[in-house]
Structure formats: C-alpha cells, structure tokens
C-alpha cells in the first residue's frame, strides 16, 4: 500500500511537472529610461534562477522572458529586478535600492525622464 | 495591467461609452496570417493595455491622446505603429529568429569594429564595398587597412592578399561561412567572386572560431553574398576602364512563391586591349575573360522556423599573357615567344539549411553543404601547370544555451574531401585528403564587461593524423568605450605548394622538394599558433566621435613549408627547421571631424621572419613599415536620396627585401631592398536618386611604376628569367567610369 501511495504520488508529482513549462514565456512591464536601465534589468532577471533569456526594451518598458516553470515564478523574478532598483508591474523597488542607481537611470524623477526623450541617451 | 483590466470590469458603463480600437495580431508569415495568441497590444507611454486571445484578436479602449500602439511578444520584433483613429488593423509581427552562423542578414554602415564581441572582427558593409568600384573580391580590399593587396608576379595580373604579414593560403577564405577560396583556388579564387554579388564581409584577425575548421591560421575573412530577399529586384553595373577593362553586372531576383526567392546574379568581365607602355615586350596586364552565372534560391518559413540557401554557380575564366605577338597555336611549346594561359572552369553547388525554434529561439541549427569541381588549366612558358580538384564540405551546427541566455554552446560535426589530380611540368602529384571532425564552443557573456569563447574541436584527417584545434578568444571592458581583446588560436593545413607559388612557373628557376617522406608532396603539414592582443578605445574629440586601436598579433609556426627563393635558379620547398614567425603591430586611428567626412589611418610595423637553409631572413616582398590613409565624404542627401561621395586612399609600403645574394641581385639591376612606394587612388560618385548613381575614379593617380618588373625580359628563355621581383604597381595611374541602375 505504501508502494502504492509512493507510485501515484511519484507520477502526480511527474504529471504536475509535466504541466509546468519549462520554457515559460511572459512579459511584465519594468520601468526604466535607458541603456544602462537595460542593462541592468536584464542583467537582474538572468541572475535570476531559472530565467532563460530577458529582453527589455527601452521605448515600450516591456520585458520579455522565457523562464522555467520548475525553478521559477513571476513574483521571484520580479523580486530581483526590484532589488536591482526597478520597479515591476507588480513589485516597487525599495527607496534604498532606487536611491543607488546612478543619476541618469532614476525613472521616477520626471526631469530624467524628459532629458531622456530629447535624445540625451 | 491586470489591474486595470480589472478597472475597466468595474466601470462597465465607461467602458461602453469609450471608443474602442480592435484588432487581430499575426504572425507575418509571407502574407499568410497566422494568428498569435498571448502578444501585448498596449499604448504607448500609459498603462492601458490588454493580450490577444487565442485567435489573435484583442480589443483596447480608445482616447484620441492616444497616437501609438505597441505591439509586442516573445521571440517577435516588437513594433509600434501610429493609430489616430478608432478602427480595427490587422498587425503582422516579424519574428526575430535568424541564425547567425547560417545567415548573416544584418546590413553595416560602412565599416566598423564591435565593442562588444569576444573576437576582433571588422565589418565591411557593401557601401564601404562601393567606394573602390573596383570589381571582384581580391579588390574590394583597397580601403581596409588590415589587409595588404599586392601584385603576386609581374604577368598574371594576379592580386594576392596578405594578413598579419603572411599570404592568402594562412587565411581562411569563406563565402557565406563555407570554406570556398583553397586548394586549387587558393591563387585566383578571390577574382573569381564578383565585387556586386558581396553583401558585406567580415575579417577576423587571429585564430578564428572552431566551427569552421582547423585551416584558419592568421584570420578569417567571410563574404556574404547577395540575398534575393533583399538585394534590388533588378541591378545592373557597367564599367569601363582606361586599362581596357571592362565589365558588366546584372543581377535579377524575384519572389515566386510565398516561402521561395530566386535570384540570378550575372557577371562578365574582359580585357581584349594589349598594352606594354613599358616597352619590355611583355603585355603589362593580362587579356583575360570571365564569364560567371549563378543562381540562388532562398526559402523561408518562418511558421516553422526553416530557412535555406541553395546556389548553383558556373564560372569561365581565360588569362591570356606574355610576349607581345604571342599566339598559341603557333607558339606554344617552342621559344619563339614567350606566353601564358591560364584557364580555369568551376561548377559550384550548395546549400544551406537552418532551424530555429519558434518557441525556443536559442535553439537554432544549422546544415551546410558543398561541393565544386575546379579545373585548371595553364601553361607558363614551356611549363604545363594543369589541376583539377573535386571537393566536399558538409558541417552540422547546433547552437542551445546551458541554464540560461549567458551561457552559450554551439556544437557540430563536420567532413571534408578533396580530391586533386595535379600535374606539374610533367609529373603527376594526383592525391586525395579528407577529414572528419566534431566541435564544441561555449561562450559566456556577463552581459557586461566580460565574454569569452572557448572552442576546441578534434579532426581525423587521412594525411594531417588525429589532431585538436583549440581557440580562445576573450574581450574584457575595463571602463567606458574600451575593449580589451586577447585570443589564441592553433591552425593546421596541407600546404598546396604549387598552386599556392604558381608565379614560380614563370620563372626560369628549377623546382625541388626537399621532402622527408611527408604525407603531402612528401612534407609535413604546416602547424601554426598565433596570439593576439588588442586594445581599442572610443573617445569625443570637440564633440565628434571616434576611436583608436591597437593590435599586436604574433604567429608562430611550429612546422612550416618553407618557401625559400634565395638561390636565384631554384626554387626550394621544405620542412621549417628553426623558427618562423610573423609579429604585427597595428595602430588604427578613425575620425568623423565634421559631419558626413571620416577619416581612418593605420601605421602598420611588420616582423616576419623565416628560418631558410642560408640562415633566419626577413620574408621577402614584406615591407616592415606601412602606412594607410582613407578619407571619405559625402553631401547631404537630397528629397530624392540624391548625393555626392568622395573618397580617396593613401597607401605607403618600405622597403622590402629581394630574395638572393647582394652580388646576385646587382647583376640584375636591383639592390638589396626595394625603393619605398606611395599610391593614392580616388573615387567620386554622383547617385542622382536611389535608383541611379554614376562613378568615375583613378587608380595609382600619382602614375607610380616599378621600371622593368620583369627580370631577363630580353631573354625569357633564359636563365634569369623571373616575374616574381615585383614590389609596386607595373601598371601607370588608370582611370575608370561606370553606373549602377538598380529598381527596388
């Protein structure tokens, strides 16, 4: 009977993996103004585990992810990126953390944001 | 997002009297809608957006502050598009899968050097391409400093480059990453690949990547052809020179169904004027023909994530050259006059196949194959020179990531064969090799100041043995606008001796392997090294951009073919005993001082350096100092796309040492170095509009000219006859016109 429990909860415990996907795609939106806003938010979401590939895109502030199902979630990884200072559709970084990325990337300061769009970076 | 979904779910009134934009998202496949459920539809700069269903369709409010739309998903280019209206649009999205090391399908600006890739690789786009109109692959290298282009002999005609200081045959030369210019075309290949058909080129200086073979010794330089899908629908070049040259490029491509393009790239070129302003009775430049056809087709799936190359190729070439009154039917085989012909015909046929996942578009694959059948024949004087080789390539590449997007690997198997039937004077040197390897590559990217490429691959080879094939290559930023480069790199190959030294045949000097039983001609196969560093920083000089590099690359050989001209009447070919080496330090300097005017200069310092029987000598014909100048301007352009584009170089080369003793080099009127030699070449351009533009330059405007390029020209039969001391250009200042007529 024991053998029984330990084989069906083996295979609901494989079934359920099997219905997670290992290549989960999803965009989230993260806010940002530049280059090196890009960068680092990338750089957040790979470090990640379990995150694939991170793409942001500076004009939309749509980040596109493919993750893995098994070893991550949404919250976890928008997690790391507002520890890298950024907020997330769901997440906002902590004043400390925003308070250190460098001057030019402060997205919250509608003054960067406009030196932004005239073309400054 | 959700949560304003959620909002609008609230105020149902609200929403019903808001206008709406609605709509469907598909995936762009040749017009053939495919919907795409799950893509991002939202307006930009505001929080107002919503998802396609599983049939692609979506639907989001509408206020007119609203101007544009994004569109985004996945594994798609994201797009915004202006919507000033409250209607429904149909969007197509473009997906962003394409596979590099298949297809290269992005267009440079002019050249350029990336910041970011672990390896030193320079970009020529087809408009740095255009501004020497001149007219095949050996040619179009005129305003790159990192390659040298030299006259091989004083007949053929023939442009020879040179990288890092050492010949053609150390480069890996590769159409669409296909190795394509060796063996048997390793001498003429280059001019076999019409300037119009190349899209772009890039040059990798030092050991390049493993998943390309083992041949590459000093570099890499790859030409991407023309795609159907994206060259123009009709283009033609004319061009005529005072040299008597003249040539004609069509190209032809069309789309015939939704997933096949065709293109049909024709090329002619021919010189029928004789010309010997030199008065040595021997034709200055070569008579020579070329027909060249080919025919590429392109497939495209995107649905699926398939896309293919397939190119058939046929080329005539005929070089006629020699003695003024030379005709062959009377005069070949006796010494009534001394002539050349060399005449070569070559099939191609290829393909290529790649994959990408739709879903997962770092896994993409890749399949190539290859074969053409080259045969030449030629005689030089009384020497027959006749080969024929049949050759084989297929490689497999797979490219996936380890756990995530920084961590990289692109792994594959390859094979080759070759077959050579050669006959030399009259001796028969028939031999097959072939090979098969497998490669792995991992490449690890910080996604900041650090990325590096460590390949390895190991061949079995029927004459080189069981052998590995490391690379390295790594590129660390240490502050702002810099790149710090290093690589390392081990090269293997089987020298083609004869075809690789064919100006050896117009000479009156006598043959010799001095072999030790080898696998090919009775020598070993050649084994290099070669490291590179390379520093290269962008700066703002009075608000203008540009940047400064340098380069030191060291090869090294381990076993080497020697070619050893110091005995005047021979020609010897053995196995390196000492060392050999080549070093070169490069520093490249490129400025935009004004808009629309750049400016390049190199000071290159070569130290090649070669053990022979008489002792370790400089390589001979290798200048130790040069120096480039480029600078180019053009106009602003005009509603119609309309312009003016000037450009000119400025080559100097040292002196460069004669092979032979003092004593013996005095008795043929030259001395132990050459006189330096500066050439200026320049080129104006006048595009009307996109679809017209007309050219006409100068080549050697300074009228330079080495006097009596050809040793023993009185006596050509004689025994000190030789073509091979040539150190500048033969050929005074030339001018050319031509047009270019293009309908998009």
Known sequence: MKKAILIISVLFIGATGFAQNKNAKATIEVDGVCGMCKDRIEKASIQAKGVKSAIWNVETHQLNLIYNEKKTDLATIQQSIADSGHDTQDIAAKDEVYNQIDPCCKYRDQQVIDDHKQGGH | ?744
């Not at chain 2, 300037?195 to 050991?207: D, L, M, N, P, R």
């Not at chain 2, 029927?462 to 480069?485: D, M, V």
């Open chain 2, 1 to 744: 997002m959700k949560n304003y979904i959620f909002i609008a779910f609230l105020f149902p009134l609200s929403v019903f009297s808001q206008e709406k934009v609605t709509g469907k998202i598909t995936d762009n496949i040749n017009n053939k809608e495919v919907s795409l459920a799950g893509a991002n539809v939202y307006w930009l700069n505001t929080q107002v957006g919503t998802v396609t269903d599983f049939d692609g369709n979506f639907e989001i409010a509408y206020k007119p502050e609203y101007k544009k739309m994004v569109i985004s998903f996945v594994g798609y280019k994201t797009d915004t598009i202006s919507v000033n209206s409250p209607k429904r649009i149909t969007h197509s999205l473009t997906s962003t899968a394409n596979l590099d090391e298949v297809t290269v399908t992005a267009r440079q600006k002019a050249t350029s050097r990336s910041f970011i890739q672990a390896t030193n690789v320079l970009n020529v786009s087809s408009e740095e391409l255009l501004k020497a109109a001149c007219c095949n692959l050996a040619e179009s290298f005129e305003t790159n400093p990192s390659i040298d282009v030299n006259f091989s002999d004083a007949i053929s005609g023939t442009r020879q480059i040179k990288m890092l200081g050492l010949t053609s045959p150390y480069i890996l030369i590769t159409t669409e990453n296909v190795p394509s210019i060796r063996g048997a075309s390793q001498a003429y290949g280059l001019s076999f690949i019409p300037g119009t058909w190349v899209e772009s080129i890039q040059i990798t200086k030092g050991a390049g990547s493993v998943t390309n073979g083992f041949e590459s010794i000093a570099g890499q330089i790859n030409a991407e052809l023309q795609k159907p899908t994206l060259d123009d629908k009709l283009f033609v070049n004319a061009y005529g020179a005072g040299n008597g040259r003249f040539e004609l490029n069509t190209h032809l491509n069309t789309k015939v169904t939704d997933r096949w393009s065709t293109g049909l790239y024709i090329h002619g070129n021919m010189r029928d004027t004789e010309f010997d302003k030199n008065d040595d009775s021997f034709l200055d430049a070569p008579l020579m023909q070329q027909v060249n056809v080919m025919n590429r087709w392109q497939y495209t799936d995107t649905e699926n994530g398939y896309v293919g190359f397939f190119n058939v190729r046929f080329l005539n070439d005929e070089k006629q050259t020699g003695q003024i009154g030379f005709d062959e039917k009377k005069d070949r085989g006796t010494t009534n006059a001394w002539g050349s012909e060399i005449n070569t015909q070559r099939f191609d046929l290829s393909g290529k196949f790649g994959f990408v996942n739709p879903d997962i578009p770092w896994r993409t694959g890749g399949l190539q194959l290859a074969y053409s059948h080259h045969n030449q024949e030629s005689f030089f004087g009384l020497n027959d020179y006749n080969i024929e080789h049949n050759s084989l390539y297929a490689n497999f590449l797979y490219n996936s990531i380890i756990s995530d997007s920084r961590h990289k690997i692109k792994t594959g198997v390859s094979a080759t064969y070759d077959g050579y039937e050669e006959l030399v004077l009259t001796e028969n040197f028939s031999r097959i090799e072939n090979s098969v390897g497998a490669f792995f590559e991992y490449n690890f990217d910080n996604l900041g100041d650090l990325n590096f490429t460590a390949g390895i691959r190991g061949d079995i080879h029927n004459r080189l043995g069981a052998f590995i094939t490391p690379r390295f290559h790594l590129r660390y930023t240490p502050w702002e606008k810099s790149a710090f480069r290093i690589s390392a790199g081990r090269g293997k190959r089987s020298a083609n001796i004869f075809t690789e030294n064919q100006q050896l045949f117009a000479t009156s000097r006598d043959l010799k392997i001095l072999g030790n039983g080898g696998e090919i001609y009775g020598l070993n196969p050649e084994i290099a090294w070669n490291y590179g560093a390379s520093y290269m920083q962008g700066f703002n000089l009075f608000g203008r951009r540009g940047d400064v590099t340098f380069d030191f690359y060291r090869t090294d050989f381990k076993n080497q073919i020697v070619v050893d001209w110091e005995n005047p009447s021979e020609i010897n070919f053995y196995n390196l005993d000492g060392e050999s080496f080549s070093n070169n330090y490069q520093l490249e300097f490129n400025y935009n001082p004004f808009t629309h005017f750049d400016v390049r200069l190199a000071y290159k310092y070569y130290d090649v350096e070669t053990t022979y029987l008489s002792g370790k000598k400089q390589n001979p014909l290798t200048p130790n100092h040069r120096f480039f100048a480029n600078a180019s301007f053009q106009t602003h352009q005009t509603q119609k796309g309309g312009n003016w584009k000037f450009d000119a170089t400025f080559n100097y080369l040292g002196e460069q040492r004669f092979s032979g003793s003092e004593n013996y080099l005095n008795t043929i009127g030259l001395s132990e170095f050459s006189p330096s030699v500066s050439t200026l070449n320049a080129q104006i351009t006048k595009v009307f509009s996109s679809n017209f533009e007309i050219y006409v330059g100068g080549e050697n405007i300074t009228n330079v000219k080495q006097p009596n390029p050809i040793v023993g020209s009185d006596t050509p039969f004689g025994t000190t006859f030789d073509t091979t001391y040539v150190y500048g250009p033969i050929f005074g200042s030339s001018y050319y016109a031509g047009l270019r007529y293009r309908i998009n």
